[in-house]
């Protein structure tokens, strides 16, 4: 067995796939693109998808990768087991359509076990397949497996419901009974069991069925592989470490982290252990996260980061560090996953940044949360059964992030008990949320045989407008190809197209197709792309259209004009946001119409307004510099050392694009675009808002619009002038603040006429005292203006001494209100001021309430004013 480094175990890995015909695929963003199914990329199946549905066929069908994942279902076992994590990576190698069974066997077997390769013990290693498998059982022994380390199991068929599935082999190490922890005579002793001696470190999946929404199960039109190893599984096997934590991945994290401690020192089954290893995951999981764009939140991939931050946070409270200390750990990480993945050392400052800020606020909710658990002790104390309930415990965790097992501990301590299936009860109801927020999305659609198997070239063509001589191809009607339509739509690939298909955010062009004669015979209202990167054309159909003739494809020039200026214009305010705000924003999403554009970017908090400014004042100040937009088609390694920034990864075939503009902008880009920044004329942002957790948008527009936009603005402009009466549009300001002052003056002497108004008015209705029973009452309907009126009297009658009870009502704008205030005399007696407004209210359509000494309602029928007066007074006799 080899003894490698997890930099050198991932590269031979994919070296050894390479060899065998496969295209790397470098590791995707944690954020899925355009799959709504998932919260986090979760495997190296989950970025295959639109290979394995068929909606994009790749240019290689055979494709490996590691691809950095997170899983956060099970978290409050991160710590507690040897092989837990929520952040990892899974190595795989994939087959669409290509290999099966015949080749995917025999290659795991001799990555395994070959001695150019990783070198394990072949009488170590174990496999189980699905028992109606005989295939995958005869390919095994011939491959070497010995008969009695195959284990049939009927677990053994990967199915997720509608979509593909199949049969699946595990392949298993033993690790010696040593490292077991259940007996040799214990039943669930055996590869697949329950148990920590056979380590199960590879599942194939043969992917050959389709599992229909009626529940058949039918054969895939073509047959995949998926395959998934677990790095740190292995990694612990090849480093010979008793768990993933002792191997080069977490042990320098766990190392830096024992110098914050007072003296503490990570020991397997040490007491201090889990807390060693939460740190050490959690660290990693939100430095990938935010290094990928996620920041932290209470909703979403943010909710999830925060809850990491904090879990590890408390961990790191139990080591005996205090304070904030998370975000030290950022450039260890960054240092270990170097060779692989640059992006966290690459933005190490701005991570650290985010996490810093997070501990940092959650130290004012730490307190807040250890206040709260004392309290709930002190009441468990006092209840018969002596237990914190479930209910108060899930708030304790989903609230203020403690733990289950701090909660549990603290209680313990105190001689308490914590309702744990309450607890479970609540984390299932807020799983099952989560799970019906997502509706009933499918993981993975079926595929769609008939656009797999156009495999005709199309081209399209950069900077053409109309194509005189486009060949139809295809034509496809309710998914089916035929040779001629007069169908109402239908779906057309040409030889060649200047119809540019939706991608990359930039909407579709429009257009028309003529026949050789001039006559129009469709209208074009989308294209797409197919699953082999045809441009499909979704058209009106006028006249009928024949397969193999040839027409005269013309797009709509001045929709693509529009296109160009606003992708231009797209380009260079991600170059803007990035100079203004730094390298770590990243594009969250796009939107290109013809009028305007709509960009979606990363941020911790709103920009603000001399952020904004210089934004829009860069791109402008591009615009003017007349950068040349330069175009080159080249190999994805010879572009990112031109600088071209790839926004998504893994989105690239053989040949990517890069748009340069001057030395400000340079991405990957397969969109249309202005040969000169100057043909942009003027940028205009119209609109900065929060779209989600995280996330900022910004809408703008340029060229016409943007003048429209800005003289709209200038007349509106105008108008306020001449309102104004300000002779020049500079001193509009001074004159508004001249406005607003008269206008506040005036106010003041309505105020100070109303309030002598009121103390006249005070006069007259403090006169009329009358008694009710042995307490004097003041009970009048006042010509005031509302309850603010009623507050001012009442504070009048209160410095008086006027009588014991006041009883003020008003009629105002159609609305009812009472006020009621009680002196002590009244108090003595055991009235309450807000169980008379109580009685009173419904009277006249309202409701309220207050202290004893006063108190006051609104209603929507003053007329049922003079009856609440009399009922009150009447309440008042009777006491």
Not at 96 to 108: L, N
Not at 726 to 754: A, F, R
Not at 845 to 866: F, I, S, T, W, Y
């Amino acid at each position: 067995m080899k003894k490698l480094t997890s930099s050198e175990f991932r590269q031979m890995f994919l070296d050894f796939f390479k060899e065998h015909g496969h295209m790397v695929l470098q590791s995707q963003s944690l954020i899925p693109q355009d799959d709504p199914t998932l919260l986090w990329i979760n495997s190296g199946v989950a970025t295959m998808k639109k290979y394995f549905d068929g909606s994009v066929v790749p240019k290689n069908h055979r494709i490996t990768s590691s691809q950095k994942s997170i899983r956060t279902n099970d978290i409050e076992n991160v710590g507690k087991t040897a092989r837990h994590q929520t952040f990892f990576e899974m190595l795989g190698n994939f087959s669409v359509g290509d290999y099966f069974k015949k080749e995917a066997i025999p290659w795991a077997w001799e990555f395994l076990t070959s001695p150019e390769w990783l070198d394990l013990d072949k009488d170590k290693l174990y496999c189980t397949v699905y028992p109606k498998d005989t295939e995958a059982q005869e390919i095994w022994e011939k491959t070497g497996m010995p008969k009695d380390h195959i284990v049939k199991l009927e677990e053994n068929f990967w199915d997720i419901g509608e979509g593909p599935c199949g049969p699946d082999s595990e392949i298993f190490y033993d690790r010696g009974q040593e490292n077991n922890d259940v007996a040799e005579d214990d039943p669930e002793n055996f590869p697949g069991g329950e148990n920590a001696r056979y380590l199960e470190i590879w599942n194939i999946v043969f992917s050959q069925y389709n599992h229909l929404a009626n529940g058949k199960y039918v054969d895939q039109p073509h047959k995949n592989i998926d395959t998934g190893m677990g790095l740190e599984r292995v990694l612990s096997i090849l480093q010979d470490a008793p768990t993933n934590f002792e191997t080069d991945l977490f042990l320098p994290i766990i190392h830096e982290t024992e110098k914050m401690t007072p003296g503490k020192k990570y020991e397997i089954d040490d007491e201090n252990t889990p807390a060693f290893k939460i740190i050490a995951d959690h660290v990693r999981t939100v430095s990938f996260a935010i290094a990928d764009g996620a920041l932290p939140s209470n909703t979403g991939r943010g909710y999830v980061l925060r809850r990491l931050i904090r879990r590890a946070d408390l961990n790191g409270q139990r080591l005996g560090i205090k304070g904030a200390f998370l975000y030290k750990l950022v450039p260890v990480v960054g240092e270990i996953m170097q060779s692989h993945y640059p992006e966290v050392t690459d933005q190490k400052d701005f991570i650290a940044k985010v996490i810093k800020n997070e501990e940092e606020r959650f130290q004012v909710t730490l307190e807040s949360g250890l206040t709260l658990l004392d309290d709930l002790i002190a009441k468990a104390k006092n209840s018969e059964d002596k237990m914190i309930s479930g209910k108060d415990a899930f708030k304790l965790f989903d609230t203020y992030g403690f733990p289950y097992e701090l909660t549990f501990e603290s209680a313990q301590d105190a001689g308490l008990n914590v309702d744990k299936d309450g607890f479970d009860t609540e984390m299932q109801a807020q799983k099952d949320r989560a799970r019906n927020a997502r509706g009933d999305l499918q993981s993975m659609g079926a595929q769609d045989v008939t656009l797999m198997n156009i495999k005709d070239k199309s081209e399209f063509e950069y900077g053409v407008y109309e194509e005189k001589h486009a060949k139809l191809i295809d034509i496809i009607v309710d998914d089916e190809l035929v040779d001629q339509t007069d169908n109402e739509t239908a779906t057309l690939i040409f030889d060649k197209t200047p119809f540019y298909a939706e991608r990359g955010g930039q909407v579709a062009d429009h257009g028309r197709i003529y026949d050789q004669e001039g006559e129009l015979v469709a209208e074009v209202t989308d294209v797409q792309h197919a699953p082999n990167d045809q441009n499909m054309h979704f058209v009106q159909v006028i006249l009928p259209l024949v397969k193999g003739q040839e027409y005269v494809l013309k797009i709509d020039r001045d929709r693509r004009e529009g296109l160009r200026h606003s992708h231009s214009a797209t380009h260079l305010l991600h170059a803007a946001l990035r100079s203004i705000l730094g390298d770590h924003t990243h594009q969250a999403g796009s939107l290109v119409e013809p009028d305007y554009l709509r960009f979606d970017f990363t941020a911790i908090e709103p920009l603000t307004d001399k952020e904004l400014k210089s934004v829009e004042e860069l791109v402008n100040q591009k615009i003017w510099e007349a950068l040349d937009v330069k175009t080159t088609v080249t190999d994805e390694e010879t572009g990112k050392k031109m600088g071209g920034l790839a926004l998504f990864d893994g989105k690239y075939g053989d040949k990517v694009r890069v748009v340069q503009m001057g030395d400000f902008s340079s991405e990957f880009c397969g969109g249309t675009h202005c040969d000169n920044t100057n043909q942009i004329g003027i940028f205009k942002i119209t609109s900065e808002s929060a779209v989600g957790a995280g996330v900022r948008r910004i809408e703008a527009v340029m060229s016409k619009k943007a003048y429209a936009y800005l003289a709209n603005r200038s007349e509106l402009l105008d108008e306020i002038q001449a309102e104004v009466k300000s002779t020049k549009p500079e001193d509009i300001i001074d004159k508004v603040d001249s406005l607003e002052k008269e206008l506040h003056d005036s106010q003041k002497q309505v105020e100070d006429l109303n309030l002598k108004i009121n103390q006249a008015k005070a006069g007259e209705i403090f006169n009329a005292v009358e008694q009710a029973g042995d307490l004097t009452v003041i009970a009048e309907k006042a010509d005031v203006n509302g309850m603010n009126d009623l507050r001012e009297l009442a504070d009048t009658w209160k410095s008086g001494n006027k009588s014991d009870v006041l009883v003020l009502a008003a009629a105002s704008d159609g609305k009812a209100n009472m006020i009621i205030s009680l002196g002590e005399k009244a108090l003595a007696k055991g009235l309450k001021a807000g169980d008379l407004i109580k009685q009173a209210a419904p009277i006249f359509g309202g409701g309220g309430g207050g202290r004893p000494n006063m108190a006051q309602a609104g209603g929507k029928k003053p007329e049922g004013l003079d009856e609440a007066i009399k009922t009150v007074v009447e309440i008042i006799a009777k006491n």
